[in-house]
């Protein structure tokens, strides 16, 4: 098996194992993937979309989305009229607490399937791979 093969089944079993288990009532898949990176301090628009892997018009669309459940808020800094930042609501940073708690749920099942002697060692292998993959994002978003 190459690496090719391996993040595709990876993604499609981490795809599953997260749609299955994170649930918020009246939320997309893709909405709950927006609020669970949206920092304390808020992000800009484009870079929320590059993160998510989605251009800014989508992001637009699927933020006021958000915005008409109540869970973000979209601001203009006074230094730069162009550019729009994301912040959660109060509302929104409860959302985003319960998403973690469901992440720390899907983390510990994980956990207890790994055999304590190689726990270590795994999340270093897996921290590095996610490494890799910033580096490749950070270098060229596209690949093909």
Known sequence: ?????LLSIFL???QSIFRKNVVVKGASFQQLIA???????????????????IDNSTATRLVIGLEKKGWTIRKTPLHDKRVIQVFLTEQGDKVQSQLEKQFEKIGAAIEKEVNPLDRHETIEYVSSLHWILLKIILNNDKIV
């Open 35 to 53: 609020l669970s990176v949206i920092p304390d301090d808020g992000i800009e628009m484009s870079p929320l979309a590059r993160k998510i892997g």
């Open 12 to 14: 499609i079993d981490l």
């Open 1 to 5: 098996m190459n690496y090719g093969e």
